[in-house]
């Protein structure tokens, strides 16, 4: 989708001033994007989130793990011996293969927004209004919702933590943009195998609080191959292999194996060559998985009776129990660190989504 042809005015913030993204480049700062003083917490004064004390918990870690065109259904279409790392974060962790989208778009730079703002799309309804899906510069998050825009990165560098963006699109400068003194690293490279490399080497060096790791080889081969193809069944192997690799790293370091949670997702899903129809199920059911710290082997929805197994159905935001949505990435992060949801978020806000049977995190 190109460019939204009207962009909400934003009137000029000096702390939103734009730094150029090198393609392939990391940049690093070292002071957090304000956070007015009217985009208070949106939980209510008597919900559990708001009592909570908000203390960064410095011990723990979170990593972020998007494989972008990830269809739920071919982790059970591939033998477990095809993907054992997938296999494994399944068996060790709580999660589940039907979780949802946003639901107005199933495309990347919309729902990858909604992940880090844990706000829906939609502008008359408190959405990012990131609608696009192609590299734009010049714009910003701020701008396409009209008043400035809260995220996980944000919110965790305010709190004293540290962040870290790795991704193979050029699109996601988008986020360096829009919050470039809260992303500590921003590293950009199409070549997904450098693109580990370069995060396991990090992991391996820094402490950051939060990592989002962006894998795009299953939606390049989906798009150029088809989303039943032997090519995309070789990238989901591919990206299999790359998770190995980044566990065997977590489980190298002790402060990464006690104190690092994995959350794992997708954009989307896809069909034919494509995923842009947020009606099919196969576009809007993604796979939602978490592991490590904090984490017992259990469904997800088991765990978390409050919220509803959609099946085949596409619920929208207004249903009484919500599915899990990818969208619920920032403010579970955000929960395992001790810290209140992202200001103005509409997804996920409660922090009620537990990865234990006991409640904790």
């Known amino acids: 989708m190109s460019r939204p ?17 090198g393609c392939g480049s990391d940049r690093s700062y070292d002071a957090a994007t304000a956070v007015p003083a009217a985009a208070a917490s949106p939980s209510s004064p008597g919900s559990p989130a708001q009592r909570r004390a908000e203390v960064l918990d410095t011990k723990r870690r979170v990593l972020v793990i ?15 011996s ?16 039907d979780a949802r989208t946003v639901v ?87 070549r997904g ?12 060096r820094e402490t950051r609080t939060l990592t989002f790791l962006h894998l795009a080889a299953p939606d390049l ?54 995923h842009t129809d947020p009606t099919v199920l196969e576009h809007h059911r993604v796979p939602f998985l978490t592991w490590g710290k904090g984490v017992e082997a259990a469904d997800l929805y088991a765990l978390n009776p409050d919220y509803k197994k959609p099946r085949r159905k596409r619920p929208g935001y207004a249903a009484e129990r919500q599915p899990v949505r990818n969208g619920d990435v920032a403010n579970l992060a955000l929960d395992l660190l001790g810290l209140h949801a992202v200001p103005g978020s509409t997804i996920g806000t409660a ?11």
Not at 11 to 20: N, S, Y
Not at 82 to 97: D, H, I
Not at 236 to 252: C, I, Y
Request: charge should be neutral.
């Open 82 to 97: 095809e993907l054992p790392t997938f296999t494994r974060l399944r068996e060790e962790g709580a999660g589940t293969l």
């Open 193 to 204: 195998a450098r693109l580990v490399r370069k995060t396991r080497t990090d992991l391996r």
């Open 66 to 80: 998007s494989v972008d065109g990830l269809r739920s259904s071919v982790l059970d279409e591939l033998d477990a």
């Open 5 to 21: 042809t009207r962009l909400r005015a934003l009137v000029p913030l000096l702390a939103l001033a734009l730094v150029p993204a």
């Open 104 to 190: 107005e778009q199933t495309e990347t730079l919309p729902d990858h927004t909604s992940m880090i703002t844990g706000r829906r799309i939609d502008t008359d309804h408190g959405g990012h209004g990131v609608t696009w899906n192609t590299d734009e510069p010049g714009t910003t998050v701020h701008e396409a919702a009209g008043e400035q825009v809260g995220s996980v990165f944000a919110r965790v560098h305010r709190a004293g933590g540290t962040t870290a963006l790795f991704t193979g699109k050029s699109k996601f400068s988008l986020f360096h943009r829009s919050w470039p003194k809260a992303l500590d690293r921003f590293t950009l490279d199409s």
């Open 221 to 274: 081969a989906g798009h150029a191959h088809g989303w039943t193809s032997s090519r995309y069944a070789d990238a989901v192997r591919t990206v299999d292999g790359w998770l190995a690799d980044v566990l065997a790293t977590v489980e190298s370091k002790p402060v990464l194996r006690k104190h690092l949670t994995i959350v794992l997702t997708a954009d989307h899903g896809g069909s034919g060559q494509g």
């Open 351 to 361: 922090q009620d989504l537990v990865l234990t049977a006991d409640g904790g995190g």
